[in-house]
C-alpha cells in the first residue's frame, strides 16, 4: 500500500507557473505508475498526466500538452507536475495517483491523494 501526499498548489497568475510535488511513503515507490488528475467545481475528475515506473514514458492530456510537464524521482518518492502558461480553465483540486500496474489516462488507480488546491486568475 501507498499514501500520497501533494504540495505546491496555491494561486496564481495567468500565464504564471507553478510546480506540484506529490511525496509517496513505503520503499517500493519505483513499482508504481504515477498519474496526476484534476477536478474543477461542477465537473468530473479528468486526466492531466502519466509518467511509467521508471520514467521513461509520459503522456499528456491534449488540454495541457506542452505546457505541463511530469517526472518523477525514484530515490527521492517523489513525482512532480511542472505547470507553465498557466490558464485561468486550468483552475481545479489536483490529485495524484499511483497504481502498480496500471499506467495511462483512465481513473484505474488503486491510490490517491487528498489533492491540492490550484486557482489561476485571469
Known amino acids: 500500500q501507498v499514501q500520497l501526499v501533494e504540495s505546491g498548489g496555491g494561486l496564481v497568475q495567468a500565464g504564471g507557473s507553478l510546480r506540484l510535488s506529490c511525496a509517496a511513503s513505503?520503499?517500493?515507490?519505483?513499482?508504481?505508475?504515477m498519474g496526476w488528475f484534476r477536478q474543477a467545481p461542477g465537473k468530473q475528475r479528468e486526466f492531466v498526466a502519466a509518467i511509467s515506473w521508471s520514467g521513461s514514458s509520459t503522456y499528456y492530456a491534449d488540454s495541457v500538452k506542452g505546457r505541463f510537464s511530469i517526472s518523477r524521482d525514484n530515490a527521492k518518492n517523489t513525482v512532480y507536475l511542472q505547470m507553465n502558461s498557466l490558464k485561468p480553465e486550468d483552475t481545479a483540486v489536483y490529485y495524484c495517483?499511483?497504481?502498480?500496474?496500471?499506467?495511462?489516462?483512465?481513473?484505474?488507480?488503486?491510490?490517491w491523494g487528498q489533492g491540492t488546491q490550484v486557482t489561476v486568475s485571469s
Open positions: 495517483a499511483a497504481d502498480r500496474t496500471y499506467y495511462g489516462p483512465s481513473r484505474h488507480y488503486d491510490y
Open positions: 513505503g520503499r517500493t515507490f519505483s513499482s508504481y505508475a
